[in-house]
């Protein structure tokens, strides 16, 4: 077994960090081969519970955690970080305009951009997990102008993982049924999930529904987009062991591959493929090979999809340039 992977996890003491943190050092991130080395960063007032969890972890004996360190300084907690999952976010708070919640959040991936920039190992992924999320991804790889841009995504796949979870019901069908799915756009209720090009059992997903545009439009993406909040409504608390695991999925994945037909999504700086705007973080079905992922060419997107499509990707382009007005890219 090679050196330990360097993985840090910001927000460590939050509620989607104490669920992601024991999956990672588990071997669920990276497989049963690869040890790991978690830097846990936190808030100086959040530290004292991170090293809560970090007792929790060590008292795990998980073969694969070769050590943990605890810090609230950026520039310690990504030194020689191979991959940094961005989870500690700034939340709208009452009366918070969109502008003051762009600016909090500035304040924390600035500074934690810089400091990949600065001290990450060459090899360095990060996820953004943490909302407004492909925003904030964009923020943070902006104050990175050394690490290759590619480098820096946002989740979408909790919406996958939701859009399939859905279909399956829909269909009557297992999720492992489902092929091909993909999210386009922004972690926010605009993303569109794409069932022109998803497969239920290798038949096409619009059809496997009765090409019924109605539910489509008027239940399933709803569904899918507002599910955030269904879970606030039902728990009383947001989703975060399901936003945890679809983390793990997302990175796990980029690391290992897709498998051979299938697509996964994630956000990632756009190329300009499919006429979207170049360089905002946006969601895109994807493959992944070699630790390396490509936007998948070639699909046919119908006008439906256009329009949705153009809707969640004039929604980024606004959270750009108000972050570009704050001076934050
Ligand atoms: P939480 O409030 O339980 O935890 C957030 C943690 O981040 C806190 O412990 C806080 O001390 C820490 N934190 C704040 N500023 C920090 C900084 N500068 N450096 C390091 N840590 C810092 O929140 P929860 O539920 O864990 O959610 C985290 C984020 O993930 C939120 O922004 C939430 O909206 C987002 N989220 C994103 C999803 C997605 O699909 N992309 C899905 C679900 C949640």
């Given at each position: 077994m090679s050196t330990p992977v360097k993985v840090t996890v910001t927000g460590a003491a939050g509620q989607i960090g104490y669920a992601l943190l024991f999956r990672i050092a588990s071997g669920a991130l990276l497989g049963p081969d690869t040890k790991v080395h978690l830097n846990l960063l936190e808030i100086p007032q959040a530290v004292k519970a991170a090293e809560g969890t970090a007792m929790e972890l060590n008292d795990c004996a998980f073969p694969l955690l070769a050590g943990i360190d605890i810090h609230d300084n950026p520039t310690a907690g990504f030194d020689?970080?191979?991959?940094?999952?961005?989870?500690g976010a700034r939340p709208r708070g009452p009366g918070m305009e969109r502008a003051d919640l762009l600016e909090a959040n500035g304040a924390i991936f600035k500074p934690q951009g810089e400091a990949i920039n600065a001290g990450a190992a060459s090899d360095i992924k990060v996820l953004v997990v943490g909302n407004p999320a492909n925003t904030n991804a964009l923020i943070a790889q902006s104050n990175a102008p050394d690490v290759p841009k590619e480098r820096f995504t946002a989740m979408t796949r909790l919406d996958h993982n939701r859009a399939i979870a859905q279909l399956a019901e829909k269909a009557g069908c297992?999720?492992?049924?489902?092929?091909k799915m993909s999210i386009w756009g922004n972690h926010s209720p605009t993303m569109f999930p794409d069932l022109y090009h998803a497969e239920v059992k290798g038949q096409n997903a619009f059809e496997a529904i009765g090409s019924d545009l109605d539910w489509y439009r008027e239940t399933y993406q709803p569904t899918v987009g507002k599910r955030g909040a269904a879970i606030i409504d039902a728990r009383g608390a947001s989703s975060a062991a399901s936003a945890a695991s679809a983390a793990i999925d997302h990175v796990h994945d980029w690391v290992l591959g897709t498998p051979e037909g299938d697509y996964v999504s994630m956000a990632v700086p756009s190329d300009g493929s499919y006429g979207v705007t170049e360089g905002i973080i946006t969601s895109f079905p994807v493959t992944c090979s070699g630790g390396e992922y490509s936007i998948v060419q070639g699909l046919d997107i119908p006008e439906f999809a256009q329009e949705k499509i153009d809707a969640t990707v004039a929604e980024l382009v606004g959270e750009r340039d108000a972050v570009k007005g704050l001076g934050l890219v």
């Open positions: 020689g970080c191979n991959i940094g999952l961005l989870v297992a999720v492992t049924d489902i092929k």
